[in-house]
Every structure is written in structure tokens, then in C-alpha cells.
């Protein structure tokens, strides 16, 4: 990717405070264009809504009760209960059950929304005003995240709050991910290991993942593995893995307080029936077809976004590949434009039926139970890609 020149201007706005509130407007603004339609058509009503809110009901009424980190929910399984708090990551319950303490119910799923997307826009941008180099591709790349086809996905039909809230870690766990593992450059010269402090934020923004969404957790925990794996070969030096290893490690241990719980008490439930029929990766792999014609009408959706996904990232990179010979290229946007690509490749065939065996063998990666999942790496691929799309359209025209 050809850099062309930046003003002193342009890299003041790109580095100040400024670039920021401007990205937090532009992400607030694409966050309410997305819910536009809850204004006259009421909140969407998807899969998991129910479930959702159901938890932040349960969890605001123990936090009047004294009870500030629940574990057992009352009003579940038709007032029996149930352990869902030792299971479910707590940030979404605790952010939902939060806003609810302050303004009307009616408001929460769409309040959920418009903190969250706001959020993912402005993660984005800080990804992207790092690998993009200009601050107005950044913000192409910031709206293309922020309103991404899979975050249409889960908003309108799934409504799992909490993979949407987890998928707005991606983008800053990513940069992070790239900063540990050497494939972008610190910003002090000549250091050669990376500042305790990426460490540090690499395992922060790791445990948020893994403290929003588990099967958000797990695919960031593979998809970042291959991160540091494609920079040890690629440079030829094993320190990005042991960096990112220890990076891996320190985030798992920020989380342990509810990743050792929800691992030791697994015995006491039916664990494997978060694969029951219609929930196991087999059954859910792009364009599976089973006996319930409603599951396979949604995965027809699923897939076809998937597909456009897919089919936006690779026109792109082509395109650009094309434009680009690697001698123009510096060498940091040739080692982030293979990176992207490789996740982009990885996350695509691994949502195909060919890749079942893995999905078998690898640990706890069946729990994901959705292939098309992978989606949410994916949307980080793909708002790079814009921002490149869109400084090629504007540079090179």
C-alpha cells in the first residue's frame, strides 16, 4: 500500500484529542442511523432478546438487594432458577442491568446498542488511524465497523447483546495483537521488545473479550494465536509468539474469576447441551441444510452475509495487491496488509464444511457452535479493507 504524503495538519488531527471526539461523533451518529427503525417500528425482537433481558432484570433486582456480584438467577426455567450468572460472562449482564438502574426499561435494548455500537466505532478507529495512516480513510473504516452487515445480523435478528459488545473489543485487541507481535512497529525508535504497557493493554482488552461473550473469547483466543504465529514465520524470530503466548496467558488470568468458576462447575450441569440439536457446527456451516426449515431460512441469511463479507475483503485486497507492487509498499503496511489477509483466508474456510474435523479436534472450539461467527473477525478484515478501498478511490484517481 503506497503511503502517500500527510500534512503536519493532518497529523496533528490524526494524533490529537480532536480525531478522537471526532470519531466518537461519527460512530454515535452511525449508531443511531442503525437504530432508526426501533423509533417507528419498535425494538427488533430477535433470538436471544428474551434471554438478555431477562439477565439484566434479575441482576438489577440482587443489586438492590445487596448482592453486587450475583451467581444464581431466580426467575429462570419457570421460577426454579438456574446458575446463569457462574456461566454467562458478566459485562453485558452488568452494562445492561446498569442503564436499567438509570432510565426506563423500554429504552435498554436500543441504549445497549447505541453505547456499544458507538464504542465499536471508536475501537475501529483506533485500529485503523494506526494501519490506514491518515485520519479520513480511518473514518471510512469507522462507519464500515461500526454499521458492519454481521453487527446488522446480530442486532436486528439475534440480539445477543453480548457478542455484539464483545465484537466491539475486536479492533483494539487486534491493534494490540499486532503491536505485541512486532507486525506494526512501537512508536518509540529504536526499541526492538514491546513496552510493558501493549502487554498490559493486549491482556486488558483479551480478558474484555473473554468477559463479554465466551464463544467471542474462543475465537478471539485461535484467531489471535494465528496472529502470532503468521508474525513468527513471516519474521522468522520466535519472540511474537512467546510474546503473544504471554500475552494470551496474562489476559486468561485477568479473566480467571470467571473462567475457573465457570470451568470447575461445568460438572454440575448438562454442558453438552449447548449442542443440541441445531447447535452443533455441523448443522451450522455456510448453506448447511437440516430437517427445521426455519433454522436453515436463517443460516441462508447468514451465509449470504457471510458471503458479501468475503466478497468485499478479497475484491478489495486484489485490487489493491494489484495497484500495489511490494516494492512501493513500506514495510509495515506489507506486513499488516498479510496479516489481514491471512485472518481473512483462515476465518473464511474455517466456515465451510471441510474444516468439520477441526471444529472436532480443536479444544472447546465445537462450544463456538456457529461457524459463521467468525464473522465477527471478519468485520475487522473488512473495515481495513475499506479504509484501504477508500484511500486508493481517493488517492490514486
Known amino acids: 500500500m503506497t503511503d502517500s504524503p500527510v500534512t503536519p495538519e493532518e497529523q496533528q488531527t490524526l494524533e490529537g484529542t480532536r480525531a478522537w471526539m471526532i470519531a466518537a461523533c461519527v460512530s454515535f451518529a452511525t449508531a443511531l442511523a442503525i437504530l432508526a427503525p426501533f423509533f417507528w417500528l419498535g425494538t427488533a425482537s430477535g433470538h ?3 434471554f438478555h433481558i431477562s439477565s439484566w432484570f434479575d441482576a438489577a433486582s440482587q443489586w438492590k438487594e445487596g448482592i453486587l456480584f450475583p451467581r444464581w438467577t431466580e426467575w429462570a426455567n419457570y421460577g426454579f432458577g438456574e446458575p446463569r450468572f457462574i456461566f454467562y460472562p458478566p459485562l453485558s449482564w452488568m452494562l445492561g442491568a446498569g442503564l436499567g438502574n438509570i432510565f426506563p426499561w423500554t429504552w435498554i435494548p436500543a441504549l ?60 483494539l485487541l487486534f491493534l494490540t495483537g499486532l503491536r505485541l507481535s512486532g507486525l506494526l512497529k512501537e512508536t518509540s525508535p529504536g526499541r526492538k521488545a514491546p513496552h510493558r504497557k501493549a502487554f498490559v493493554q493486549f491482556a486488558l482488552l483479551f480478558a474484555a473479550v473473554w468477559l463479554s461473550n465466551a464463544p467471542a473469547g474462543v475465537l478471539a483466543s485461535y484467531s489471535l494465536a494465528l496472529l502470532f504465529l503468521w508474525a513468527s514465520v513471516t519474521q522468522k524470530r520466535i519472540q511474537p509468539a512467546l510474546h503473544g503466548a504471554g500475552g494470551l496467558a496474562l489476559g486468561l488470568g485477568l479473566a480467571a474469576f470467571y473462567i475457573v468458576p465457570a470451568a470447575y462447575e461445568q460438572r454440575w450441569v ?46 478489495a485486497a486484489a485490487s489493491e495487491w494489484r495497484r500495489n507492487s511490494p516494492k512501493t509498499q513500506t514495510d509495515d503496511s506489507r506486513k499488516i496488509f498479510g496479516a489481514m489477509i491471512a485472518l481473512g483466508v483462515v476465518a473464511s474456510a474455517m466456515m465451510v464444511r471441510a474444516t468439520n474435523l477441526l471444529w472436532m479436534l480443536l479444544p472447546k472450539l465445537r462450544f463456538v457452535q456457529f461457524p459463521w461467527r467468525l464473522m465477527m473477525v471478519l468485520a475487522v478484515v473488512f473495515a481495513f479493507f475499506v479504509a484501504v478501498a477508500a484511500r486508493r478511490a481517493f488517492c490514486f484517481r
Open 48 to 50: 436471544d432478546i428474551s
Open 270 to 315: 448438562n454442558i453438552s447441551g449447548a449442542l443440541a440439536g441445531g447447535l452443533t457446527p455441523n448443522e451450522n456451516f455456510l448453506f448447511a441444510v437440516t430437517q427445521d426449515f426455519e433454522h436453515d431460512a436463517f443460516n441462508r441469511i447468514a451465509s449470504y452475509i457471510a458471503i458479501v463479507l468475503i466478497a468485499c475483503i478479497f475484491v
Open 112 to 171: 445497549f446498542i447505541l453505547v456499544v455500537q458507538t464504542f465499536a466505532g471508536v475501537s475501529a478507529f483506533g485500529l485503523l488511524r494506526h494501519t490506514s495512516g491518515h485520519f479520513r480513510f480511518a473514518l471510512f473504516g469507522t462507519v464500515a465497523y461500526a454499521a458492519n452487515p454481521y453487527a446488522l445480523l446480530v442486532i436486528y435478528l439475534r440480539s445477543d447483546f453480548a457478542e455484539l459488545f464483545a465484537t466491539a473489543f475486536f479492533p
